[in-house]
């Protein structure tokens, strides 16, 4: 019995040792617990609005940049502070942000208007390696557009900035690139009902289709890296690479002399770890008008360019023609000088320019709300599409046509007949509409011509045509009214330059062995970028010289016969 109660006491006792020895350490993890669970709190709140903490996402560089005068080792992302005392900076010239693309990155300034030392000749785009307060490689950029400088992408761990004179240190504090493969681009506030919208790349959300809202938030800030100072607000709706917001009130009304004209916003993924992820942000949110009651333009156009500069001319001029009173020109990275050829033109040509690669349907939902103030309709095509009227005798433009529909028609569409180079080696001289007539038998696709006010909250699109709001439908116009002509397989010159590197999403590269079967691809020719033996008389089943006939009477000059856009040619006729 003795022992039996010797055994009970030693157990215990061996019970209250493991107490006394471990039981303080559990009740402090306890209480650090409870703390941090409350100090971070989604629900806490700081004069009246909401703070949620936030972790800034770190993200690798891309490949280093080939250079045999420098090394390109790095030891980690975490890039040191550069003592900006040390450095020097040009007065008149700052760094905004930096992206890396696959390819090249931008840099985006921000310098006085028009300033003539900023050329392509007198500039230079910098590197510094880690922990390095001064460049140690100077490289002439690839090509500068007012304030996107584009240059070679930077080795593995560097800094860039720019340079003008490599022995006087005149450098403006370098810069670490985001990534493009996860960035927050482009932000607008709607004025319609005070929401911002924000363009988003990585998502990842499948097309056509509303994501859950509930695991998305915006948020505002001057430094991302001071997640205390975040402002966070719900998002409303979430589709592609767009995501809704309710605007804070201290972002739609900020005070007087702050800093807000230079406030950024993002997207944050709510659910997916304990705190928030920010995707990183180069984004300034931009007011949109409100819409007018009665727009000043019935029809406008909008297109986005890579190295079109040549075509521009003549798909204005033919469409003044038709009805078009307005163009939205999105110039996505074009080096061919396409700001002097809009500038030339007698039109109301606008060009915006739309660095972000692979995002033409945010670019269009972006067009649609810069638009929706000035225009009651908006024809979404590409330079090489041209809205033909065959019965002009019962209709002579396309302002006639939209006039009759009735106000719940949101968004009309149009066949579209592809034209084949028509037996042609070169180009010709007197433009596509004029050059080719020999054309697929069966429409292909349709694009579209939609009321900005008609659309869906969501600006969902796909194929150049939207989602509407409820209450509002489409009609697709009879091909003996409406029609579009779209020299999309032309001469193999020009064929082979607009797929080399699509703004499109399906293609992004066609010598790429993905999505082979997709219509933006060429029937029978794969991947490989060599001319087919046969390739001038392909896609001819139709000859077609309606708009051919139509453009000569209309825009040749008398006496020489040249047309409008010709070199030389004709004057503008209303």
């Known amino acids: 019995m003795k022992d039996h109660h010797r055994r009970k006491r030693s157990g215990g006792g061996d019970l209250f040792g493991w107490w006394r020895r471990w039981g303080r350490f559990f009740l402090f993890s306890l209480s650090i617990f409870l703390f941090s669970s409350f100090a971070f709190s989604p629900s806490l709140r700081i004069f009246r609005e909401s703070f949620r903490p936030v972790l800034l996402s770190t993200w690798r560089n891309p490949p280093p940049l080939s250079a045999s005068s420098i090394t390109t080792t790095t030891i980690s992302d975490d890039h040191p502070t550069v003592d900006r005392r040390l450095l020097s900076p040009h007065p008149s010239l700052e760094i905004r942000d930096a992206v890396n693309f696959p390819d090249q990155t931008l840099l985006f300034l921000k310098h006085p208007p028009n300033p003539l030392e900023f050329t392509k000749h007198a500039i230079h785009c910098a590197y510094y390696p880690p922990s390095s307060t001064s460049p140690s490689l100077h490289l002439p950029p690839i090509s500068?557009?007012?304030?996107?400088?584009?240059?070679?992408?930077?080795?593995?761990?560097?800094?860039?900035?720019?340079?003008?004179?490599?022995?006087?240190?005149?450098?403006?504090?370098?810069?670490?690139?985001?990534?493009?493969?996860?960035?927050?681009?482009?932000?607008?506030?709607?004025?319609?009902?005070?929401?911002?919208?924000?363009?988003?790349?990585?998502?990842?959300?499948r097309p056509e289709r509303l994501a859950d809202a509930s695991r998305f938030a915006c948020v505002y800030g001057w430094d991302f890296s001071r997640p205390r100072y975040l402002l966070t607000s719900d998002a409303v709706s979430v589709a592609q690479e767009i995501v809704r917001c309710r605007t804070p009130l201290s972002v739609l009304n900020p005070k007087p002399n702050s800093t807000s004209g230079v406030i950024k916003a993002s997207v944050i993924f709510k659910r997916f770890r304990a705190l928030p992820l920010v995707v990183p942000s180069v984004a300034r949110p931009v007011p949109v008008p409100p819409a007018r009651r009665r727009r000043a333009h019935a029809l406008c156009a909008c297109t986005m360019v890579r190295n079109q500069a040549r075509f521009l001319r003549e798909w204005v001029t033919y469409h003044a023609r038709v009805g078009v009173e307005r163009w939205f020109v999105y110039d996505n990275n074009s080096d061919d000088d396409i700001e002097a050829t809009v500038d030339s033109m007698a039109f109301n040509v606008t060009r915006h320019p739309w660095p972000w690669i692979k995002t033409q349907e945010a670019g269009f939902a972006h067009c649609a709300l810069r638009a929706r103030a000035a225009c009651e309709w908006v024809a979404f095509i590409d330079v090489d599409e041209f809205l033909h009227l065959p019965n002009r005798t019962a209709v002579a433009s396309m302002r006639e046509?939209?006039?009759?529909?009735?106000?719940?028609?949101?968004?009309?569409?149009?066949?579209?007949?592809?034209?084949?180079?028509?037996?042609?080696?070169?180009?010709?001289?007197?433009?596509?509409?004029?050059?080719?007539?020999?054309?697929?038998?069966?429409?292909?696709?349709?694009?579209?011509?939609?009321?900005?006010?008609?659309?869906?909250?969501?600006?969902?699109?796909?194929?150049?045509?939207?989602?509407?709001?409820?209450?509002?439908?489409?009609?697709?116009?009879?091909?003996?009214?409406?029609?579009?002509?779209?020299?999309?397989?032309?001469?193999?010159?020009?064929?082979?330059?607009?797929?080399?590197?699509?703004?499109?999403?399906?293609?992004?590269?066609?010598?790429?062995?993905?999505?082979?079967?997709?219509?933006?691809?060429?029937?029978?020719?794969?991947?490989?970028?060599?001319?087919?033996?046969?390739?001038?008389?392909?896609?001819?089943?139709?000859?077609?010289?309606?708009?051919?006939?139509?453009?000569?009477?209309?825009?040749?000059?008398?006496?020489?016969?040249?047309?409008?856009?010709?070199?030389?040619?004709?004057?503008?006729?209303?």
């Open 144 to 205: 500068i557009d007012a304030q996107i400088l584009r240059c070679p992408t930077p080795p593995r761990g560097f800094l860039i900035s720019v340079s003008f004179d490599r022995s006087d240190g005149r450098h403006p504090p370098p810069s670490h690139p985001h990534q493009w493969h996860s960035l927050a681009y482009e932000a607008l506030i709607d004025s319609k009902d005070n929401t911002t919208v924000v363009f988003v790349k990585g998502l990842n959300l």
């Open 401 to 574: 046509v939209l006039a009759e529909q009735p106000n719940d028609v949101g968004e009309v569409r149009a066949s579209c007949h592809s034209f084949g180079p028509s037996g042609r080696k070169r180009a010709p001289a007197r433009g596509v509409t004029a050059g080719y007539t020999c054309r697929m038998a069966s429409p292909e696709r349709h694009k579209s011509i939609v009321r900005p006010e008609a659309l869906d909250d969501s600006l969902m699109n796909v194929v150049h045509h939207f989602h509407l709001r409820e209450g509002f439908g489409y009609v697709n116009l009879e091909r003996s009214a409406v029609v579009i002509n779209h020299y999309k397989y032309q001469v193999w010159e020009v064929f082979k330059e607009k797929f080399y590197r699509r703004v499109a999403t399906y293609v992004a590269d066609w010598h790429d062995k993905e999505n082979e079967g997709s219509k933006d691809r060429a029937p029978g020719l794969g991947t490989e970028a060599v001319e087919p033996p046969d390739w001038a008389g392909r896609f001819c089943e139709v000859h077609d010289t309606g708009l051919r006939d139509w453009v000569i009477r209309e825009f040749a000059e008398p006496g020489t016969g040249r047309l409008a856009w010709e070199a030389g040619g004709g004057r503008r006729r209303d």
